[in-house]
């Protein structure tokens, strides 16, 4: 059974970043990863959730950079910070082509653009290369590319504005 719990922020400032080697605008990916509040010491770490691979490159003034391999996430876009948790919490909850439930994963990956936001669960190991069609309305798979991005860990539901604020004067 899947329990909703109170989540806690681990940002990932993907905007900043390098996607296989090119530089994205600040507009266009300026990402959020949302970690569950229960468990785990290391920056977006949780007990209990499978976590997205990825290698720690460095360690610096609070931020750890990251490179996360090509992977396959489930996803919705909406215009606002939390329009999409309960669409993607229904596809794993068996809202699919099989009916099938899917463990929750860590991170829940949000990307800011011109868009609106798109929001992402990572699919399992197991789900990876056989992941079940999505049935919800605006639900879709998407097979990420491999991405660099920047990792702290914030309390509560970050504001993006404000935390990219701070990365950038990290950054500078």
Same mark, same amino acid.
Request: proline share 4%; charged share 20%; aromatic share 10%.
């Given at each position: 059974?899947?329990?909703?719990?109170?989540?806690?922020?681990? @940002? *990932?400032?993907?905007? &900043?970043? &390098?996607?296989?080697?090119?530089?994205?605008?600040?507009?266009?990916?300026?990402?959020? &990863? &949302?970690?569950?509040?229960?468990?785990?010491?290391?920056?977006?770490?949780?007990?209990?959730?499978?976590?997205? #691979?990825? =290698?720690? *490159?460095?360690?610096?003034?609070?931020?750890?950079?990251? +490179?996360?391999?090509?992977?396959?996430?489930?996803?919705?876009?909406?215009?606002?910070?939390?329009?999409? +948790?309960? %669409?993607? +919490?229904?596809?794993?909850?068996?809202?699919?082509?099989?009916?099938?439930?899917?463990?929750?994963?860590?991170?829940?990956?949000?990307?800011?653009?011109?868009?609106? !936001? =798109?929001?992402?669960?990572?699919?399992?190991?197991?789900?990876?290369?056989?992941?079940?069609?999505?049935?919800? =309305?605006?639900?879709? @798979?998407?097979?990420?590319?491999?991405?660099? !991005?920047?990792?702290?860990?914030?309390?509560?539901? #970050?504001?993006?504005?404000?935390?990219?604020? %701070?990365?950038?004067?990290?950054? =500078?």
């Amino acid at each position: 059974k899947h329990k909703m719990r109170t989540f806690t922020a681990s @940002l *990932i400032v993907a905007g &900043l970043a &390098l996607t296989q080697g090119r530089p994205q605008g600040i507009l266009n990916g300026i990402s959020n &990863l &949302l970690t569950n509040a229960f468990g785990g010491g290391n920056t977006g770490e949780v007990d209990d959730y499978q976590n997205a #691979p990825y =290698e720690v *490159i460095q360690k610096y003034d609070g931020y750890e950079e990251r +490179f996360y391999p090509s992977r396959l996430w489930v996803c919705t876009q909406s215009s606002s910070n939390n329009g999409g +948790f309960m %669409k993607l +919490f229904r596809y794993i909850s068996g809202a699919n082509a099989r009916k099938q439930k899917i463990d929750m994963t860590v991170p829940v990956m949000m990307t800011h653009s011109e868009k609106g !936001v =798109e929001m992402c669960f990572y699919m399992t190991q197991s789900t990876q290369s056989n992941a079940p069609a999505p049935t919800g =309305e605006g639900v879709y @798979l998407s097979q990420k590319k491999g991405m660099t !991005v920047y990792a702290t860990s914030v309390g509560g539901y #970050p504001d993006h504005a404000t935390e990219a604020a %701070k990365f950038r004067d990290v950054r =500078e």
